[in-house]
């Protein structure tokens, strides 16, 4: 079956242009998270959903970011005026329920680079 | 300081070696522990994980936790150059709180 699905996989923005980050989760997985990962860094949480509620957004680093799942499936992560500091890899990952001891399912990542 | 701290490596050995990777972390209430694999250009998989204390074999690895002094542990037998990735120690809080990462390399 199919895994979680990011898109693009790179992206190349100017500074100041707006990016948006799509994720499509395992089919049926109430759970949806986004991560940021610097280079040579583990991921670090940036918000969660379970189903179409946003939960948990402690992680977002300024209100440049903005994340959503309207109809608790497809996801979208939005930066706003990109600054050389977004400049990372963005991991989607989606469980199934919303245990903490449900695993994670990672896609390949968005690579953005803000020149 | 950082929840998780992880040895940040890199690591070379050669093939056939025994590989000790470790993590600590601060938080006492954590019961979930994790160990992901991330090869380059990949999205983390999770390989093993652990529930409280205690040790859990698969295959070659053995995970390991310590909840007395808050130490983490990844074992790998008879490493393989397919074994070579960054190896991430991760607590699950609902939400993963993951380590710096430590870069592995198996040489034939």
């Known amino acids: 079956g199919a895994g979680v699905s990011q898109s693009p996989r790179y992206k190349v923005a100017k500074r100041g242009q707006d990016v948006a980050l799509r994720c499509d989760p395992i089919s049926g997985h109430v759970s949806l998270f986004w991560y940021q990962q610097a280079l040579g860094q583990g991921p670090e949480f940036l918000t969660y959903f379970q189903n179409e509620a946003q939960l948990d957004k402690s992680g977002l680093p300024s209100d440049r970011f903005f994340a959503e799942r309207p109809e608790g499936s497809v996801s979208t992560l939005k930066i706003q005026r990109t600054q050389q500091e977004d400049s990372a890899v963005y991991l989607c990952?989606?469980?199934?329920?919303?245990?903490?001891?449900?695993?994670?399912?990672f896609g390949p990542g968005t690579r953005l680079t803000v020149l | 300081q950082k929840e998780v701290e992880q040895d940040p490596g890199p690591l070379s050995v050669p093939e056939g070696a025994i590989v000790s990777l470790n993590c600590t972390y601060s938080?006492?209430?954590?019961?979930?522990f994790m160990w992901y694999r991330q090869y380059s250009r990949k999205g983390p998989e999770l390989l093993m994980y652990t529930y409280s204390s205690g040790n859990k074999e698969d295959g070659r690895f053995t995970a390991q936790v310590d909840k007395s002094s808050k130490y983490i542990s990844l074992f790998i037998r008879d490493s393989q150059p397919s074994d070579s990735a960054t190896y991430l120690c991760?607590?699950?809080?609902?939400?993963?709180?993951f380590g710096a990462g430590t870069r592995l390399a198996v040489h034939p």
């Open positions: 990952a989606s469980s199934l329920e919303t245990s903490g001891s449900d695993e994670q399912f």
């Open positions: 991760a607590i699950s809080d609902n939400k993963l709180i």
């Open positions: 938080n006492s209430a954590f019961q979930y």
